[in-house]
């Protein structure tokens, strides 16, 4: 079975700074690591780690071959990342002593992915697939009409949030990933409660409190504790919870290990430095139980 992501890939030039900047401060940082990222590439690399054939969907420009390589290293699929004449996009994150982040994109070629590059990726798909896509791209709501279409697993994870944008895709979502300030914003915008909602999964993030799965048809409302670390960057924590989420329920595992796996793999992830570079494999996700 195949993950179709339709996702971003930036360039992250992360800086450690000993706080978050204040408007009208100017900070010196301790250091810069600059490596690959994106939520959309994050969740790519988390999903071939953890075991899954990921097909990755986006674009770069001729400064971002790099990125492309590196993905394939990885273990995803490249195929149907395009080559344009836009500049990757990248993202300049700043990272905290207490490994809190503020980050600021510049989209560049995640909003010009080509459509027929979309269309062509997914017609290679089966039912037997799941489609995800998040809020850096174009094309999001098209591509998963295609994918519902096809009778696709389609998942959208709703980060950077936007309710606008995920009242685009909602008609087409069996899965939806949001954390708790963005699930009560959505209800206001929706005038619904998140466990009312027509999608039938959802999982609200509630960080250092765990998660909670929500399959109202089944009656199902659970809470997964949180593993408690020591953080150091909580970039990319995210990121990696949905690509394990998505790799092990392709992989055949239920929701209750998919997310017991997720949960683990994001807390180690909150102990290293980095986005993409830094994700762990399954192996390193089994075999870590807190620190
Ligand atoms: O979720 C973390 C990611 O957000 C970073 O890798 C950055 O590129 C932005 O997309």
């Known amino acids: 079975m195949t993950i179709f992501n339709l996702g971003s890939i930036n360039a992250d030039h992360v800086y450690r700074v000993p706080h978050l900047p204040g408007a009208g401060e100017t900070l010196a940082a301790h250091s810069l690591q600059t ?14 780690r953890a075991g899954s054939h990921v097909a990755h969907i ?3 420009g001729k400064d971002g071959l790099w990125a492309r390589d590196r993905l394939m290293e990885y273990g995803v699929d490249t195929r149907h990342i395009s080559s344009i004449d836009t500049p990757t996009g990248h993202a300049i994150i700043n990272v905290d002593d207490a490994g809190e982040n503020a980050i600021t994109l510049l989209s560049g070629a995640n909003q010009a992915i080509p459509i027929a590059s979309i269309e062509q990726a997914l ?9 995800v896509t998040q809020n850096e791209t174009n094309a999001q709501a098209d591509a998963a009409k295609i994918a519902s279409t096809l009778g696709f697993r389609v998942c959208y994870a709703a980060a950077p949030f936007d309710a606008q944008a995920v009242e685009r895709v909602l008609p087409y979502l069996d899965f939806l990933i949001l954390n708790e300030v963005e699930a009560a914003q959505l209800e206001a915008a929706l005038s619904t409660r998140i466990d009312a909602m027509d999608v039938t999964d959802i999982i609200v993030t509630l960080g250092s409190k765990g998660a909670r799965w929500i399959n109202a048809g089944a ?68 075999a870590f139980s807190g620190v």
């Open 58 to 60: 986006g674009a770069v």
């Open 123 to 131: 017609s290679l798909g089966t039912t037997a697939d799941i489609f």
């Open 219 to 286: 009656g199902i409302d659970q809470h997964f504790d949180a593993i408690n670390v020591t953080p150091v960057d909580t970039t990319g924590a995210g990121d990696t919870f949905t690509g394990y989420v998505l790799s092990a329920l392709d992989r055949g595992l239920s929701m209750g290990q998919a997310m017991s796996l997720a949960t683990r793999a994001a807390a180690l992830m909150v102990t290293r430095m980095g986005t993409a570079d830094v994700i762990p494999d399954l192996k390193e996700v089994e």
């Open 35 to 48: 490596g690959l990222g994106g939520k959309g590439a994050n969740m790519s690399v988390a999903a071939a």
